[in-house]
């Protein structure tokens, strides 16, 4: 079984606004999407947007490449909050967690594999668009996906489990941002594979 997503989180909303904000209408003016009954503010979408357009326009020499080669990172973004959402349902219900020293140790382990904070951060912006301070949040959603497929044993279990939390979460879309699909949870055409192996990051990409 392939469900197709592609998971990914952000710390620049965490940081600077709230996710969700409780919100049983999704109708409401300002609401991106609803998430188990709290809404996903357009704010706190464009929060995320702004932060990665900033740093790729710091890019020296590749700021115009990098924005072209993201045109749909609003519907990218909200569809990355929306399964961070069900990832966090999905972890909660299965028990599994992940601590501060254990994101803080895989973030060191990015940075010996990169070299240095500066091409960590390239890496990171143009492979994932993810801007600098959203990778603290990305290093923890990896680990609890990762955690998240151990405590299954099995990709295929896990997915089985991501999509009844999503489910559970009676997610609703603003049509503006596309449609989410709740079998293969993702929104719109954003359709990039789950990782099906782990992301230490001796594994996987930097920013990956």
């Known amino acids: 079984m392939h469900r197709r997503t592609a998971l990914s989180v952000s ?38 947007v702004v932060a990665v357009r900033d740093a790729q326009n710091r890019a020296d020499g590749s700021a115009a490449q990098l924005i072209q080669a993201s045109p749909g990172l609003e519907r990218v973004k909200l569809n990355k909050m929306i399964q961070t959402a069900v990832l966090e349902r ?55 996906r990762d955690k998240l497929f151990e405590h299954y044993g099995s990709q295929d279990k896990a997915l089985e489990r991501l999509a009844a939390a999503a489910k559970e979460l009676h997610i609703k879309v603003n049509p503006r941002y596309g449609v989410w699909d709740a079998q293969q949870i993702v929104l719109g055409d954003q359709a990039t594979p789950w990782i099906t192996q782990r992301s230490r990051p001796e594994q996987a990409a930097a920013g990956a």
């Open 90 to 144: 999905a972890a909660k219900d299965a028990g599994v967690t992940v601590s501060p020293r254990e994101v803080g140790e895989f973030r060191q382990a990015q940075l010996e594999k990169a070299g240095s904070s500066e091409r960590l951060e390239a890496s990171a912006l143009e492979q994932a668009q993810l801007a600098p301070a959203q990778l603290e949040a990305d290093a923890r959603f990896k680990l609890l």
């Open 11 to 48: 710390a620049a909303l965490l940081v600077a606004a709230p996710l969700l904000s409780a919100c049983s209408d999704g109708a409401r003016p300002g609401t991106a999407a609803v998430v188990g009954g709290e809404r996903i503010t357009t704010s706190a979408l464009q929060a995320q």
